[in-house]
């Protein structure tokens, strides 16, 4: 027996059991069964989702599958020449709870609906695909994020350089760029990270890259291999997509290329032209702020390290949208800071003058609460899936822009200016929804009910003889009596004749000629007249006429609005922008956020700045986060910042980076003053973390960033870097570090703005070798065998770190922590790292020095010569017994150790 109650045995007694199609030959199969098959042999790589009656059903391999996955009883059909084949099944009413939990699961499902009425078919229903649902380009709302896109990401690769597109099915958003420079695979890879796309096609190319290798390893995107021949710039040139910005390219046919395969495979998932993505929009990566996976991880913008949820983020933090759409343009802003000055300003402007009026921001808020994601109806619109609900929720949400209109009208600068512009209320649209769908259509469009009542005069009256047939019988009837005179006349049913009208035959004298007997009974004569055959042909068909005399006008409704899909578009992007703008605003007045000033200099300066996310989470414990300053400029470029763990170390440098990164978003900072001079990128070094996927070390792992930041960063770039070399030994940790801030604050390698956290104290003594270095450490309070972290920066080195303290803190042994002290005492009295003379003479033997060398190693090494002058004074004291020895004696002994010690250091001189 099976984990899902399948016995296999029991199936085979029943009938030979073939678990795949391909155990049996096409004569072998059922007229239905090969059907299947040949729907199958279209979708090799997908769930085959088969209609029969109110299920769709999956069979053979599909169907052991399945029901494991979703839990499905597993039964048997007859397939042909005496076999039965493994089956599953889901109600066709619920198959999107289903392909839903597949497709998030990695898998691709295929839709097989029937495409006529059994009722009126001859021979087999006719089917067909309808849609393959998958990652990248599912469309239906219960597999998707309402705050966040989903994208089909698509790789052109040639040798090493890429054009990649990437697409959101569901909102129509397409953009497009190529990588062809130096560094591609880096590039690609933070692309990747920007999109976070859920699937990738890419060409064979690709296949054996380290890239495709790292997506594997490290995430969990699913890929699909498409054919060489989809990435054909030809067939892009040819699909009628127009292009925005392509001039930014000399060659873009790598990018075309990946256009291409791109909408080729959304239009063979979908099974139709996808006419919404009619526009892409061409970048460079350099257009905003590049920001490499390890920097996204580090500053956690959009989820956290540990549980890769929203909340504790950097957009947790800063979402205060209303709308889906408002969400997922912040999230874009979250991940793309702008580099541009201008750019910056104008949407801080934005920010400033919605935060400014009070009372219109309150109104466009109480607007936008409650409305509908337009963007993602209107996507559904385009494809043609939109059902009755989707109209009613599209209707409800116009009725709401008129409204956030009106709070528009107080705004008169910058981005508002075209936000009003581009936000339509489309009232001849809304007018024809609220005239025409019924306030409780339901989800399916093809069993009436749809349709409001007055919209269309015959779909009213078909639906009055639906619902009244018995009346309108009545009525005919007592109509025929008083015409005949015939008080005995009925009307009555059956499914021979159909309605007939009875009469006894003692009064068949009082027929008129026009009734036409149809049966004689016994003591009755059974008839029928033109007038009620009419009727019946009303009555019997009233309800599947007005079935699909509904679906008709359904299809006209959508398609008026498919008509004006671009406006709906123009319309939720504008409200977006609303949102987002509003938000800010609002986030700015509540936690007390300041506008920074952005301009083209070098110079970061924050008053009192604070970190957004762990201020909010300190709040609800009633914690007070505790301020710091930043000041950078030509003369202070790298700050080394000392202090003990747990101290506030990670927190200013991240609150640092944020800072910067909010303002270059165009949002207000926490802060009671800033000044940022534009970052063209932020890294990261912070944390530590090996790859076992890679077989990486800690160490190696750290490195390769550290790497990567070298080769990347300018002097306009922000660095934050945290214990570097911590994952090796002492000197060689300290001499990375080291000969790593000599490269960096060197004016004429990089000079970038950095701040690097260490352990390493004699990394303070830079400052008096390298221009531009300058230290800074976080205060504590010693109080007694204990110590207070007071979190706040200030000028100047230290030389203790408190490790100790930090282990008491966690919970260490007692004993532990005793011999711990005593060990870092004798450390401390034994060796001192010191360096004599300045930079140019850094590296002479004789400009390095310690009190005892080689400083730490040494306690541990029995051929230092401190080591056997405490060895030979602790076999001396380990001889003596101090209950025999007289006062004399012990004097005596206590010189001769003293003289020992003295001859001992005169010989190490």
Same mark, same amino acid.
């Not at 469309?139 to 966040?148: A, F, I, N, Q, Y």
């Not at 309800?543 to 299809?555: K, N």
């Not at 110079?603 to 950078?632: A, L, T, W, Y």
């Given at each position: ?11 085979? =007694? ?74 599953? !099944? ?11 939990? #597949? ?11 029937? #495409?006529?009425?059994?009722? /009126? ?111 054909? %710039? ?55 702020? %590049? @920001? ?14 540990? &549980? ?39 949407? @801080?402007? =934005? ?16 607007? #936008? ?63 024809? @929804? ?47 009596? %008083? ?8 009307? !009555? ?46 009555? /019997? $068909? ?6 699909? #005399? ?10 008026? /609005?498919? =008509? ?71 003369? +202070?470029?790298?700050?080394?910042? &000392? ?33 940022? !001079? ?27 960033? /550290? ?15 945290? %214990?570097?070399? *911590? ?26 703005? $950095? ?62 922590? +005793? ?54 004074? *602790? ?7 101090? &209950? ?26």
């Amino acid at each position: 027996m099976s984990d899902n109650g399948f016995d296999e045995n029991n199936v085979k =007694a029943a009938g030979q059991f073939p678990m795949s199609l391909s155990d049996l030959k096409p004569g072998e199969l059922s007229p239905m069964m090969q059907h299947y098959a040949e729907m199958k042999a279209k979708c090799q790589d997908s769930f085959l989702f088969y209609r029969l009656g109110d299920f769709y059903e999956m069979f053979f391999d599909d169907a052991v599958r399945g029901a494991k996955i979703l839990e499905l009883a597993l039964t048997r059909r007859d397939c042909g020449s005496g076999y039965r084949a493994p089956m599953c !099944g889901i109600p066709f009413h619920a198959y999107s709870t289903y392909a839903n939990r #597949l497709v998030q699961a990695g898998y691709k499902v295929a839709i097989c609906e029937q #495409l006529e009425d059994p009722s /009126v078919a001859t021979g087999l229903v006719k089917r067909g695909i309808i849609k393959i649902l998958t990652p990248g380009t599912i469309t239906e709302s219960g597999g998707l994020e309402d705050r966040k896109n989903n994208f089909l990401m698509s790789i052109c690769c040639v040798g090493t350089q890429f054009g990649v597109a990437c697409a959101d099915i569901s909102t129509g958003d397409f953009e497009a760029t190529q990588l062809t420079l130096t560094d591609n695979g880096e590039h690609l890879i933070n692309l990747i990270g920007k999109y976070s796309p859920s699937e990738i096609i890419y060409n064979s190319n690709f296949e054996d890259t380290p890239e495709i290798t790292a997506i594997r390893n490290g995430t969990g995107i699913a890929l699909t291999r498409r054919n060489d021949r989809d990435f054909s %710039e030809s067939l892009f040139k040819n699909s009628g997509t127009a292009v925005q910005d392509a001039k930014l390219f000399t060659n873009p046919e790598l990018m075309f290329c990946a256009c291409a395969a791109l909408l080729l495979y959304a239009e063979e998932t979908q099974t139709e032209q996808v006419k919404h993505l009619d526009v892409v929009r061409c970048y460079k990566i350099s257009d905003t702020m %590049e @920001l490499d996976i390890a920097t996204r991880t580090g500053l956690e913008l959009t989820s956290t390290i540990r &549980t890769k949820q929203k909340r504790g983020s950097l957009l947790w933090a800063l979402d205060r949208t209303k709308t889906s759409m408002g969400a997922r343009l912040l999230r874009k802003w979250v991940e793309e800071p702008l580099i541009s000055v201008r750019a910056i300003n104008r949407r @801080l402007d =934005a920010v400033g003058e919605a935060k400014e009026r009070y009372m219109a921001r309150q109104q466009i808020i109480e607007g #936008l609460t409650g409305l509908y994601d337009i963007e993602r109806l209107a996507g559904k619109v385009s494809l043609g899936t939109c059902n009755a609900r989707d109209l009613l929720s599209l209707r409800n949400s116009l009725r709401k822009i008129p409204f956030v209109r009106e709070g528009l009208e107080e705004f008169s600068k910058g981005m508002f200016k075209e936000i009003k512009t581009a936000m339509d209320p489309l009232p001849d649209i809304l007018t024809l @929804l609220e005239n025409a769908i019924s306030e409780d259509a339901p989800v399916t469009v093809k069993d009436g009910d749809i349709i409001k009542r007055g919209y269309s005069a015959e779909c009213d009256e078909l639906y009055d003889l639906a619902k009244n047939a018995k009346e309108y019988i009545m009525q005919l009837e007592n109509n025929e009596r %008083e015409r005949t005179g015939i008080k005995t006349l009925k009307i !009555g049913y059956n499914k021979v004749f159909g309605y007939f009208i009875d009469i006894p035959r003692s009064q068949s004298d009082k027929v008129p000629e026009e009734y036409v007997r149809k049966q004689t009974l016994v003591n009755n004569e059974r008839y029928i007249t033109p007038q009620i055959k009419e009727l019946e042909d009303k009555i /019997v $068909t009233a309800s599947s006429r007005r079935i699909a #005399l509904e679906y008709e006008l359904f299809t006209q409704v959508r398609d008026a /609005v498919q =008509a004006v899909s671009q406006k709906l578009f123009d319309t939720a992007r504008a409200i977006a922008q609303t949102d987002v703008i509003t938000s800010l605003a609002e986030l700015a007045e509540n936690e007390n956020y300041v506008k920074p000033v952005i301009d083209d200099s070098e110079i970061i300066e924050i008053k009192n700045g604070r970190h957004p996310v762990v201020e909010q989470m300190m709040r609800s414990s009633h914690e007070v986060f505790v301020p710091n300053d930043i000041s950078m400029n030509e003369d +202070k470029r790298l700050m080394v910042l &000392t202090g003990p763990n747990m101290s506030g170390k990670s927190t200013f440098m991240r609150q640092t980076a944020l800072i910067v990164l909010m303002a270059q978003i165009g949002s207000f900072v926490p802060a009671d003053s800033a000044r940022i !001079g534009l970052v063209d990128h932020i890294f990261t070094r912070i944390g530590a973390s090996d790859d076992i996927s890679t077989g990486q070390s800690t160490f190696m792992v750290e490195m390769k960033e /550290v790497s990567y930041i070298l080769k990347n960063a300018t002097r306009r770039s922000l660095l934050l870097l945290d %214990e570097v070399g *911590r994952g090796t030994s002492t000197y060689d940790g300290l001499s990375i570090a080291w000969a790593v801030i000599e490269y960096i604050v060197d004016p004429n390698i990089l000079y970038s703005r $950095t701040i690097f956290a260490t352990h390493y104290h004699e990394l303070n003594q830079l400052e008096r070798l390298n221009r531009g270095v300058y230290n800074n450490h976080v205060e504590v309070r010693e109080e007694g065998d204990s110590v207070a972290f007071l979190h706040k920066i200030a000028p100047g080195g230290t030389s203790d770190s408190y490790g100790i303290e930090v282990a008491r803190l966690a919970g260490l042994p007692a004993d532990v922590l +005793k011999r711990s002290g005593s060990i870092l005492s004798e450390l401390e009295r034994i060796g001192k790292f010191k360096v004599k003379g300045n930079r140019e003479t850094m590296g002479n033997d004789e400009e390095l020095s310690s009190e005892v060398m080689p400083g730490q190693e040494s306690f541990f090494n029995p051929d230092n010569v401190v080591y056997r002058k405490e060895d030979k004074i *602790r076999q001396t004291l380990r001889e003596l017994d101090p &209950t025999r020895l007289t006062p004399i004696e012990a004097m005596n002994i206590l010189y001769e150790l003293k003289q020992k010690c003295s001859e001992e250091d005169v010989g190490t001189d």
